[in-house]
C-alpha cells in the first residue's frame, strides 16, 4: 500500500535474519516506549527476547515478528501471537514505527496490511496491548478504532513481565475486523 505522506510502499512481511540489524535499530530507538512498559532503557537483547518469550497459555508455533517497510526498507516492528488469548483473535504487543519515520502515514498503512493478513488467517478480532498511559500509543488506537477494553487488573503483554515491571501496567485494546 502506498501513504500519502511517506512516499514509498509500506508493507508488513516476517522478519528474517537481514532484517535484524534495522530491526534493533526500531526497538533501540523507541526508548520512550520501553521506559512505558518496563521502566528500563531498551537494550540490545530485548529483540532476541521477541523470539521466545510468550505470555502464559500461548504456544511457541504463535508467535510472528514482523517487520513493517518503505520500499523495502525496515522502519518499523511488529511482535504478533496468531489465537491467543482465544481463538480468533490477533495480538499485537509491539507495534513501532522508527522515530525518524513517525507521522508520516506508515503506521496507518501497516496497521491496514496487519488487518488483511489477520482477516486472511482467519482473525475475526485485533486485540492490541498498550502501557497505560503511553498517548502515542493510546491516540494511535484509538484513532483507528480501537476499544480499551476494561480490566480490573492489566494485562500482560505479549511476553512475560517480572515483578519489577509491576509500575508499568499495560491495558488491552480490540477491535473487530469486518469480513
Known sequence: MCCGGCGGLVAVRDLVPADAAA??????????????????????????????????????????????????????????????????TGTSGLFLIHPSRQRRGIGAEALDAVQTRAREAGMRVLRATCPRGWSPGERFLAGHGFTRQPASRPVSMNRVTHANEAGHPADAWTRQLSA
Open 23 to 88: 530491526a534493533l535499530d526500531v526497538l533501540l530507538s523507541a526508548e520512550d516506549y520501553a521506559m512505558a512498559a518496563t521502566g528500563y532503557f531498551p537494550e540490545p537483547g530485548d529483540l532476541q527476547s521477541l523470539f521466545y518469550v510468550l505470555p502464559e497459555g500461548a504456544a511457541p508455533d504463535q508467535k510472528r515478528i514482523l517487520v513493517i517497510t518503505v520500499d523495502g526498507v525496515v522502519v518499523g516492528l511488529v511482535d504478533a501471537l496468531i489465537g491467543w488469548p482465544t481463538p480468533g
